[in-house]
């Protein structure tokens, strides 16, 4: 029996619960080391590193980095919805938003690890 095959009775059953698992900390893993790199680089530098614990100053220092990731984030259309007057429309943006709740949290923080830190340590690079 393979060391990684999860404890089943049925040997012939191709789906490995414990592989999952090691794929998903293996890219966990990946993702924290990528945010920890960004951050020292920009602490390492002389003269932005101020900007790495502020938001503002980070907002201030490179504003087109926050309307990016506002644009991509997909809360504009869901604001909208569930800002509405009428009452059967702003129902509707309510249920939508507590649907697709877990998805953007999946989607925000898979942009935010590869696409905004990329773009922050872009950002401090130049």
């Given at each position: 029996?393979?060391?990684?095959?999860?404890?089943?009775?049925?040997?012939?059953e191709?789906f490995d619960?414990?592989?999952?698992?090691?794929?998903f900390?293996?890219?966990?893993?990946?993702?924290?080391w990528?945010g920890?790199?960004?951050?020292?680089l920009t602490l390492t530098?002389?003269?932005?590193?101020h900007?790495?614990?502020?938001?503002?100053?980070?907002n201030?220092?490179?504003?087109?980095?926050r309307k990016?990731?506002m644009a991509?984030?997909g809360?504009?259309?869901?604001k909208?919805?569930?800002?509405q007057?009428?009452?059967g429309?702003r129902?509707l943006g309510?249920?939508?938003?507590v649907?697709?709740?877990?998805?953007?949290?999946a989607?925000?923080?898979?942009?935010f690890?590869f696409f905004?830190?990329p773009l922050?340590?872009?950002?401090f690079?130049?």
């Amino acid at each position: 029996r393979p060391l990684a095959l999860a404890m089943s009775v049925d040997q012939t059953e191709s789906f490995d619960v414990l592989g999952l698992w090691a794929r998903f900390f293996l890219l966990l893993t990946f993702c924290i080391w990528i945010g920890v790199t960004t951050h020292d680089l920009t602490l390492t530098g002389q003269r932005k590193k101020h900007f790495i614990l502020d938001v503002s100053g980070m907002n201030e220092h490179c504003p087109s980095i926050r309307k990016v990731w506002m644009a991509l984030a997909g809360y504009g259309g869901l604001k909208r919805l569930v800002l509405q007057e009428k009452i059967g429309l702003r129902m509707l943006g309510i249920g939508i938003s507590v649907v697709m709740a877990p998805i953007l949290l999946a989607w925000n923080l898979v942009l935010f690890n590869f696409f905004i830190v990329p773009l922050l340590l872009l950002a401090f690079l130049r």
